[in-house]
């Protein structure tokens, strides 16, 4: 009996091997990235198109008729309240002075052409040159003249955007218009740039005529550099009072292959991943906001490694 325990043991731990290293196989380690679930602030937001714009142009007008002799500022260039930004020369002063050359190059004796040289010589004295002059201080968002151009008295030389002038008009849809008020947050997207803060400064009362949405006029939170003119882009308007719920970093989610709905691995105490569908909210700085079921703050959820992810396996969270 003695002599056949040491062949049953024997027998017992070939038996065992097998079965352990197979159980091993069938119930795999998988290691993930993982971030705790948390609560935030979110606001309800309403997306709408739009564009950058200046909501009152003003000009700087030639003060007479003639021709534009020097002009400085270039579209970019920011001018200040009563600046002089170039010169016309009158179109009386202009005509004078080709009647004088005109007269040089017709003349025949030494008499007509000293007559004329003198007639030439007080034409260029008695030029009348008009100081061209910035009303307003602004940005250059246009020069609708250039140096050598006729223009008449009052034209438009050059177009000039206050930096509390220019608005970004959001066309926000009908159904939405009533949500939108003076005061809300928001931030505008325009590629290539990035990101902008904006305020929402009036709902204007008439409706856009060719698709009945609400007109809105955002203006810039910050003082920077005045946003690109006609540039198409989106506004995302926070409506209504914030409210605080459970998020999910935007990372953790993945769409369902067959429904398309929103989920998320879990990561529950035992250490396994389950796949749990949400109806999730507002998206903001990286977080989703859940809307049912319930996640508990704390509740981890897979961040990476989760596409391909069998449900309820095991995984280790890496540190």
Do not use: Y
Request: aromatic letters at 2%; hydrophobic letters at 45%; a negative charge.
């Amino acid at each position: 009996m003695r002599r056949m325990l040491p062949l049953l043991l024997a027998v017992v731990a070939f038996g065992c091997g097998p079965k352990e290293a197979e159980e091993e196989a069938v119930d795999p380690l998988v290691t993930v990235h993982a971030e705790a679930v948390t609560e935030r602030t979110f606001r309800d937001v309403v997306e709408a198109p739009g564009r950058w714009r200046n909501a009152n142009a003003l000009s700087v007008r030639a003060p007479a008729a003639g021709f534009v002799e020097t002009l400085t500022p270039k579209p970019g260039d920011r001018v200040g309240a009563g600046q002089v930004v170039g010169r016309v020369l009158t179109r009386e002063s202009r005509a004078a002075l080709e009647g004088a050359e005109l007269l040089v190059r017709e003349a025949r004796s030494p008499a007509a052409r000293e007559e004329a040289r003198r007639a030439l010589a007080l034409a260029k004295t008695e030029l009348v040159r008009v100081p061209l002059v910035a009303g307003h201080g602004g940005v250059v968002i246009a020069r609708a003249a250039e140096p050598g151009a006729q223009v008449d008295e009052g034209a438009d030389v050059l177009t000039l955007a206050s930096p509390e002038d220019v608005v970004f008009e959001a066309h926000v849809p009908a159904r939405d218009g009533p949500l939108v008020r003076p005061g809300e947050g928001a931030s505008v997207v325009v590629d290539p740039a990035p990101p902008r803060a904006a305020t929402v400064r009036t709902v204007l009362p008439q409706a856009d005529s060719t698709d009945q949405s609400t007109v809105v006029w955002l203006t810039p939170s910050t003082p920077e550099a005045t946003p690109a003119l006609e540039r198409f882009g989106v506004a995302r308007i926070q409506v209504g009072a914030p409210r605080m719920s459970s998020a999910v970093p935007e990372a953790a989610l993945v769409e369902d292959d067959l429904t398309g709905e929103p989920q998320v691995a879990v990561i529950d105490s035992s250490g396994r991943a389950a796949w749990t569908k949400l109806r999730v909210g507002v998206a903001e700085g990286g977080w989703r906001e859940v809307l049912a079921p319930r996640l508990a703050p704390g509740t981890r959820v897979v961040t990476e490694g989760q596409h391909g992810l069998a449900d309820h396996v095991r995984v280790e969270v890496a540190k």
